[in-house]
């Protein structure tokens, strides 16, 4: 049974950073294989992708710069260092695996396969 366990959400004030982790447990291939993303999701709001990575990495506009998705095929585990947070980053952030070799830029909810419970994230200003 595939488990994503997501940790490191929390509140910060706007100009601060956090890092999120992922966890991947269960996988019946390797790890390396999987394409691994970050989605987001605000009160009122469509899921949107943040970040992927499968042998290179994809942002959305709103965080390039800023944001870094990085991952530890030994530890199985993804990350996403966030820096110069803003309030508009308030949300929900979920880890997600697509079986399929590759990533899709700009991500697809239903191209992912598994779903982590999410963290939250809220920056105040």
């Known amino acids: 049974q595939v488990q994503l366990v997501e940790s490191g959400g929390g509140s910060v004030q706007a100009g601060g950073s956090l890092r999120l982790s992922c966890a991947a447990s269960g996988f019946t291939r390797s790890y390396i294989t999987y394409c691994m993303a970050w989605f987001r999701q605000a009160p009122g709001k469509e899921r949107e992708g943040v970040a992927a990575n499968y042998f290179g990495s994809y942002y959305a506009d709103s965080v390039k710069g800023r944001f870094t998705i990085s991952r530890d095929n030994a530890k199985n585990t993804v990350y996403l260092q966030m820096n110069g947070l803003k309030p508009e980053d308030t949300a929900m952030y979920y880890c997600?695996?697509?079986?399929?070799?590759?990533?899709?830029?700009?991500?697809?909810?239903?191209?992912?396969?598994?779903w982590g419970q999410g963290t939250q994230v809220t920056v105040s200003s």
């Open positions: 997600a695996a697509e079986k399929t070799y590759g990533c899709t830029w700009p991500p697809r909810q239903a191209d992912f396969d598994y």
